[in-house]
């Protein structure tokens, strides 16, 4: 019952904040994503401009020492620069070396490099090779010296030198996951947090909604009960002092069957709204069955539809509520009966489950079935299809069985007709 109520309260609150969350989340993940990945690829790059800055410095410092007359264009004068200057920045720099326009090498020094890499950027062996040509020189008379036209000085720069560019690019990226994962698992938690207030916040309306019909159904129950009760003795005395054949007797039928009707209504409805307590004992399932069969019999007869039970053992202890089961069991085999048309069969069939931890009842009719409608719609109080009905029966019998630690389950049938079923603890406790 308050299930009902509270799912209803659930499916009105629940999109709203949660899409919101979900939304805020991954946009903030997204941001932080992206901006990772710009600071990482711009890292990337400033160890690059890091590197060729390097390289400009030296060839810079080397060209200004070939100033001077016959420097400039003498390779044996070069040879002796680039190996003074390999003993200054050996700690940087792997290979130096001069280079005409064809790459041949004029002088050099350092690691056989040289001749292996060929090309400017970071190669393979962690060397970032840098190239730069030689300034045109330019004699007196302003015209350019032919000779060094095409020279280049090419460097092999130790790349672990910038590699303090590197470490710090990935940790950036390391904290961005980082922040990302707490992101997630904080709005998960926060999701999580929402969905038990949210859920809170339903019990509570429902059960202010209960408390509410609860007082409203006890006192329609007093105030309506015994004038009720007086109509209904006070015609079926009008009936028996009537003619059997007399005309009045359907329209005092029809009176009778309405304040029974209404009281059925007031009884359910205080079922409903002030569940009892279950009284737990033990009992015999099939005694209890056979008890409910001779109780609806009757209305079975009168209604031209057979029950037959069907159970695999003689006796079937269980630890549960009698009166209630019992009220449950009535209620879903009156459905069944009132879905059956005259001639129609009701089969209850009570099955030990596996587990033998719980006991299934089912009871299958041979009526339409449920006709498209939802099932848990059918759960909902004052859901009839029936002229005569309060809408509250199955409500009352879920109720019910939830309270006793069970189920109650309704559905259609392959072959035709709805299949009723109950799950029970074969222990409550
Ligand atoms: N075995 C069944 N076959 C087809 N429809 C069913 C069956 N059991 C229940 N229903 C549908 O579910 C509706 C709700 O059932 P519920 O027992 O709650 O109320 P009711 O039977 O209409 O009224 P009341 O129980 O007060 O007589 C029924 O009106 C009926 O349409
Ligand atoms: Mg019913």
Known sequence: ?????????????????????????????????????????????????????????????????????????????????????????????????????????????????????????????????????????????????????????????????????????????????????????????????????????????????????GTMAASLAHEIRNPLGTMKGLTQLAQEDLPPDDEAQARLRTVVGEAERLERLVTNLLDFARPKEPQICELDLNNLLSDVKTMVQPRLEAANVSLQILTDQHSLSIQSDPSGLRQVLLNVIFNAAD???????????????????????RIDDSGPGLAGRDPDELFQPFVTTKSQGTGLGLAVSRQIMEGLGGELKLEDLPQGGARCTLRLPLNKA
């Open 1 to 213: 019952m308050t299930d009902d109520l509270r799912k209803t309260a659930q499916k009105e609150a629940r999109p709203i904040p949660r899409r919101l969350v979900i939304s805020v989340v991954c946009i903030l993940c997204l941001c932080i994503l992206g901006s990772t990945l710009f600071t990482f690829v711009t890292l990337s790059r400033f160890r690059t401009l890091y590197l060729s800055n390097r390289g400009h410095s030296i060839a810079e410092a080397l060209e200004s020492q070939t100033r001077g007359p016959g420097r400039r264009h003498n390779t044996a004068f070069w040879q002796s620069l680039l190996e003074d200057n390999y003993a200054v920045y050996s700690d940087s720099v792997a290979f130096l070396a001069l280079i005409d326009q064809k790459g041949k090498i004029l002088a050099g020094k350092g690691s056989n490099e040289i001749e292996n890499l060929e090309y400017a950027g970071e190669g393979d062996a962690g060397i970032f090779i840098f190239e730069q040509s030689l300034s045109r020189s330019r004699n007196p008379r302003g015209e350019a010296n032919p000779v060094v036209a095409g020279w280049r000085i090419r460097m092999g720069l130790y790349s672990s030198d910038a590699d303090f560019i590197k470490r710090l690019a990935f940790s950036q990226l390391a904290v961005s996951a980082l922040a990302i994962l707490a992101l997630i698992v904080l709005s998960i938690h926060l999701l999580r947090t929402l969905d038990r207030f949210i859920e809170m916040k339903a019990r509570e309306g429902a059960e202010a909604q209960l408390k509410s019909i």
């Open 339 to 361: 879905a059956s048309a005259s001639g129609g069969k009701i089969v209850l069939e009570s099955v030990r489950v596996e587990d033998g931890k719980s006991v299934v009842i």
